[in-house]
């Protein structure tokens, strides 16, 4: 009864012409969240869609430090930056995609063990005891430090002669005979990829303890009264619930970790070892460094793409997987 | 309706954006008719021990400056990783500073963009005539119109330990074949005591290397035509003749992740190599470390004796750094007058002394290096066995692409990998291949 009263009641209002401030207000009030968003978006085009559309018209010229000033007079060369850096039979070709495969292995590598570790912290962290709240501060440490402070430290404790790591594993604990180098050859990526993982795994720390934290207590009782051990609940409760959540972490730390330009460029400058010689120094090098912008272009251009379609099957797998109720 | 949201988001875009674009065209008003109470700008380098050290210095002759002229110095000291980064960005911009230096190497790929000023004759009558420098590092500014001008000096020489000479009663090599046995008989790896020291994960000092060694046998970097030429014997040769010191355990191998010379000039202080191959700007950094000049000699780094053939006599490349005006400036009349205040002969003077830098005046009184000996060798070297690097536009991409790929190298050679000619070859065949086609 109430119910109809209401409705016929609005009804009613909606027949009566509205006074002209009243009016104004409602068109107000409809645009309100898009000037809102206004200034986001305004932000976005100029910081990320602008440049990244520079970055492709670049790409189509023949930009060096003949055209730096008058870019725009730059030749027009089509694609021919693209068949430079595609030409998998010539050197820089072959240089690119030597490049792309050890950034793959080193995103790899880097959120997978990231992730591991960050999932089982998360999960220590779970249970109540004292000192959790210390614990959980000093493992945000790597996070919170700023990078080149971080990785210069790390710097230092990679040397050969004096570096701590030679130090504890050749004089102390006797498990190498004699001091490795750790910035060289093929130790160089690992080297990397430990101080790339000792920076990102507080990130998964963190997003799978905030994750952890909204599981309710009842879903363990109810799993461990089924029967279910330790490690059932972990694998079936813990990691399904926590499912949506790794899955974007994964893809962020993924994209974070392939654009990785901080973690080899403290240690190494503008000459990595082959070994680390990531996509993103890559590009820096060609366009920076050589002073080939058109062609630094095309192989970002090459990167961005491939990071959306890598991102593109994330979603379809993402979408797939709801489906299927995974 | 839509539409009409839709122009109202663009309307607000375009006002956004043209606030920014009004902000940046904002600065820069032009000069006055009088000169005094205009501010200019100047981007230094960083010359001394730390960018808080350039300030200290530069300040006191940045306000006498002002006291004469009454043209006001906004010093910005960079450091030498941001400096390509920051003038390219000024490049790009057409904003920039008014006055810069940048290091010689640089100065035409610098100038190839377009950014600097080219001097004419009458202005640089303004400062005294191009005659008033030292014409072998004058060429490593080109030729005219000149872009930049030379502001400091450096040469590369042999650091020998006296002491470790000395006692192994050797004499400093006067040839390379000298400079191996030498190191050999200065070399103990179980003390952990080698013949040299070098940076060896430096692209910029090792690419100065496979410069200096390809000359002595005979090789170049580029051809007439300007295309790279690093596959070449000559080219090769050098850079065996360099990667062999560490092949044959002559260097401590931790050397070859050693970027930044720290490791290489502790080594030379504390008497664990024996020689090192740096230009002068060295001296202060081993004052620092407790080793004055009466420790250490300094003689050219020798070639091969014989030469090979088409080889040169070479011990260094015209090392240093230039002072340009960005073309776009507002205050050029101060400018000029600011580069005339830091390359008149007084300036330098104190300039030289301050940095340990050789002078770049023709005719400029030396023992700028408080060691007379030491300040001979280097005015010597600079003045009879330097050259300036090849005077092309792409020489930055060559610096990057030979000194990176000899990084490498030395990294093969300090762990134990045998680095054969044809390993040499096909790293010069790649850095040929990353070079940007001219």
Redesign the interface.
């Known amino acids: 009864m109430s119910h109809i009263d209401v409705v016929s009641r609005s009804a009613g209002k909606l027949t009566v012409t509205p006074p002209l401030p009243h009016r104004r207000a409602v068109r107000l009030k409809r ?1 309100t969240p ?1 000037l809102l968003i ?1 200034p986001a ?2 932000l976005e ?2 910081v990320h869609i602008v440049p990244s559309v520079a970055g492709v018209f670049t790409s189509l010229f023949d930009l ?3 055209y ?4 725009f007079d730059a030749p027009f060369v089509g694609v021919s930056n693209y068949s430079v850096a595609l030409n998998f039979s ?3 070709g072959d ?1 690119l995609v030597h490049s792309f495969l050890v950034t793959i292995l080193y995103a790899v590598v880097v959120v997978v063990f990231s992730w591991f570790l960050g999932f089982s912290g998360a999960l220590i962290l779970q249970q109540a005891f004292k000192g959790r709240g210390i614990l959980r501060t000093i493992f945000l440490i790597p996070y919170a430090m700023p990078i080149y402070a971080g990785v210069i430290v790390w710097d230092f404790m990679l ?3 004096n570096g701590l790591i030679n130090h504890v594993l050749v004089n102390d604990l006797h498990i190498l005979g004699q ?1 490795a ?1 750790w ?3 093929n130790d160089a990526f690992i080297s990397t990829a430990v101080v790339a993982i000792w920076r990102m795994w507080p990130f998964a720390f963190l997003m799978s303890m905030a994750a952890m934290q909204s599981i309710p207590e009842e879903v363990y009782e109810a799993a461990a009264l089924d029967g279910a051990g330790p490690w059932r609940r972990t694998y079936h409760v813990t990691m399904g619930l926590l499912r949506p959540v790794t899955a974007v972490l994964l893809l962020m730390m993924f994209l974070w970790t392939f654009n990785d330009f901080n973690t080899p460029f403290v240690l ?4 990595p ?2 070994s680390v010689d990531l996509i993103s120094m890559h590009i820096y ?2 366009s ?5 912008f058109g ?1 630094g272009a095309a192989m970002s251009v090459l990167m961005l793409v491939f990071l959306m379609i890598v991102t593109g099957l994330w979603f379809l797998w993402d979408r797939r997987g709801h489906r299927n109720g995974w | 309706m839509k539409l009409s949201k839709l122009a109202a988001a663009g309307a607000m875009a375009a006002l956004a954006g043209a606030s920014l674009i009004g902000c940046s065209s904002s600065s820069g008003s032009g000069s006055g008719s009088s000169l005094a109470g205009t501010t200019i700008t100047y981007w230094a380098t960083n010359q001394g021990a730390s960018l808080q050290a350039d300030k200290t210095i530069l300040t006191p002759e940045l306000n006498k400056f002002t006291k004469e002229t009454g043209i006001k110095v906004n010093l910005q000291v960079l450091p030498w990783s941001t400096d390509d980064t920051k003038i390219l960005a000024a490049t790009v911009s057409g904003k920039g500073p008014d006055v810069l230096n940048f290091g010689n190497t640089d100065a035409w790929t610098f100038g190839a963009t377009g950014a600097l000023l080219p001097w004419t004759s009458s202005q640089l009558s303004q400062i005294g005539g191009s005659g008033k420098f030292i014409p072998n590092v004058l060429a490593a500014a080109g030729q005219a119109p000149y872009t930049s001008l030379p502001l400091y000096s450096q040469a590369y020489g042999l650091f020998y330990n006296k002491a470790m000479f000395s006692k192994a009663g050797l004499t400093p090599p006067t040839t390379w074949q000298e400079l191996v046995s030498d190191a050999k008989k200065l070399t103990d790896a179980s003390a952990q005591t080698y013949g040299m020291a070098i940076q060896g994960a430096s692209v910029s000092e090792n690419m100065h290397f496979a410069y200096i060694f390809a000359r002595q046998n005979g090789g170049s970097p580029f051809n007439a035509q300007n295309q790279p030429t690093f596959t070449t014997a000559g080219n090769v040769n050098g850079l065996q003749q360099y990667i062999n010191l560490m092949s044959s355990g002559l260097i401590n191998p931790s050397d070859a992740q050693d970027s930044t010379g720290t490791l290489q000039m502790s080594q030379f202080a504390h008497g664990k190599a024996g020689m090192m191959m740096i230009q002068n700007d060295a001296i202060p950094a081993l004052a620092s470390l407790g080793m004055s000049t009466s420790q250490y000699g300094v003689v050219p780094i020798p070639a091969p004796s014989p030469l090979p053939a088409g080889g040169q006599d070479l011990a260094s490349f015209v090392a240093g750094t230039n002072i340009a005006i960005f073309k776009n400036t507002p205050h050029l009349d101060a400018a000029i007058k600011f580069v005339n205040f830091m390359t008149s002969a007084a300036e330098q003077q104190v300039l030289d002394q301050k940095y340990q830098l050789l002078p770049v005046l023709s005719g400029a009184s030396q023992g700028f290096i408080s060691d007379p000996a030491i300040a001979q060798a280097f005015t010597s070297i600079l003045n009879t066995k330097a050259q300036p690097l090849p005077l092309k536009a792409n020489v930055e991409a060559y610096q990057q692409t030979v000194g990176s790929q000899l990084v490498t190298l030395i990294g093969k050679a300090a762990t134990g990998s045998s680095v054969s000619t044809s390993a040499i070859q096909a790293a010069m065949q790649s850095a040929q291949a990353q070079m940007p086609a001219t």
């Not at chain 1, 730096?68 to 870019?71: A, D, P, S, T, V």
């Not at chain 1, 190494?268 to 000459?271: D, I, L, M, S």
């Open positions: 645009m898009y206004l978006v305004v085009l100029l060096n430090q003949f730096l000033r008058q870019w010539s050197s820089v240089a040397q050969r002669d001091p180098f910035l060289l050859g190494f400058g503008t000459a070892p082959p090098t060609n920076f460094v050589n002073w080939n062609l």
